[in-house]
């Protein structure tokens, strides 16, 4: 026992929520990936699982690294992380490779990632760093406003195009993290009613050019036939909310059991981007509202941390990081149960996939590394209360 908890110290609970998620993710891709089994692997199901299972252990491995170095440490990482994200966005913008219609991927020594991926973790980072550094300035227009929404502006701004969906999830984020930041709530305001008024210029525009084949015209399409579908005239998109709320509604109160989904042969993509609803057909309402409360629970512990932290930069990040896994999360569950439109994005830890389980790990890490320091806070100050009990 003594030397588990020397292996995983810090908040056990965030702990608990990683090996729940992990497991969740393992049942839960096993069951989803029959039809992809078949056609990419000759019906050998055990060697997806594995290769998913392969792939979590190395996000794991990674939260695992990550935690063991103190978090001050990531403060001049995220630093550089941020100034690298700049050209590698730009040249995914340009010269990136196809993903499902959109230049979101590079490639860099043979493997694919997407590059928003980084980018999110590299700028929740460094506004943690620059709210810290500018406290003392905080409501000055200058010397704190300009420099903390300058990196937001550059990074969404080169996601935007291609990634509307991540984009909008982060600046979400930035936004909550620049108001938990103390950041002149009037400069806020202000900023973000000129950030929709620049957005809706910029998409009448290239709705413009009538190019069907512009992601402006793929999300403007979505979200009209999301509010005004019109019947016949089922698209992709219509399919796989059909095929998705059909899962749920199979999944009842407490599921048809594991591995007995019906809907994983119909629906596209439900290892990843749709894998809540096989959760729920599986597991019926009781197993999604667990997984639910696992992400809100993971929101609330990071908040504990926040407030217990001493440092302004360990709770700017460890907030910052969860608040943005617990946003994407209930994207990819809201556009499963029909809440909103389709989008392309995985449940955090839970979805198959790559590169963005190891970022997700690298998330981890860090919230574990900050909720490890406090522990040693806390432990420290209850040998000065023992020490002075004594005298």
């Not at 300009?146 to 999830?169: C, Q």
């Not at 210029?201 to 069907?212: A, R, V």
Request: aromatic content about 14%.
């Amino acid at each position: 026992m003594k030397l588990f908890n020397k292996l995983f110290q810090g908040d056990r609970v965030i702990w608990m929520i990683v090996a729940l998620l992990s497991l969740v993710s393992l049942l839960a891709v096993y069951s989803a990936t029959g039809t992809y089994a078949n056609t990419e692997y000759e019906g050998d199901n055990t060697r997806v699982l594995l290769y998913h299972a392969g792939r979590l252990l190395l996000g794991l491995a990674v939260m695992y690294v990550v935690y063991l170095f103190k978090y001050t440490y990531y403060s001049r990482f995220f630093q550089v992380a941020f100034l690298v994200s700049i050209p590698l966005l730009a040249y995914t913008l340009f010269k990136g490779a196809d993903l499902n219609n959109a230049q979101r991927a590079v490639y860099i020594m043979g493997v694919s990632f997407q590059s928003s991926d980084f980018a999110k973790i590299a700028l929740v980072g460094y506004l943690a760093r620059e709210l810290t550094l500018r406290q003392n300035e905080i409501k000055d227009f200058k010397n704190a406003f300009i420099p903390l929404m300058l990196p937001v502006l550059i990074i969404v701004g080169l996601i935007f195009p291609e990634n509307f969906s991540t984009a909008a999830i982060l600046f979400a984020v930035c936004m909550v993290i620049l108001f938990v930041g103390r950041i002149n709530m009037k400069h806020l305001m202000s900023f973000f009613g000129i950030a929709l008024v620049a957005m809706s210029f910029y998409i009448l525009i290239e709705l413009n050019d009538n190019n069907p084949d512009d992601r402006v015209n793929t999300w403007f399409n979505r979200i009209e036939r999301y509010f005004n579908p019109v019947e016949g005239e089922e698209t992709e998109e219509d399919y796989q909310m059909i095929m998705s709320k059909t899962a749920i509604a199979k999944g009842g109160i407490i599921g048809k059991a594991p591995g007995r989904s019906t809907q994983r042969n119909f629906l596209p993509h439900p290892y990843s981007d749709f894998i809540f609803a096989i959760i729920v057909e599986e597991y019926g309402l009781v197993g999604a509202a667990f997984v639910v409360m696992l992400y809100l629970i993971l929101l609330y512990r990071a908040i504990a941390i926040m407030v217990a932290i001493p440092q302004s930069f360990g709770g700017f990040v460890s907030f910052g990081l969860a608040f943005l896994l617990v946003m994407q999360a209930m994207v990819n569950m809201g556009v499963a149960v029909g809440l909103l439109p389709v989008t392309g994005q995985p449940l955090p830890f839970v979805s198959m996939g790559g590169t963005s389980m190891m970022f997700t790990g690298c998330a981890f890490g860090v919230i574990l590394s900050v909720s490890r320091e406090v522990d040693k806070i806390k432990e420290r100050r209850n040998d000065v209360e023992t020490v002075q009990d004594n005298n």
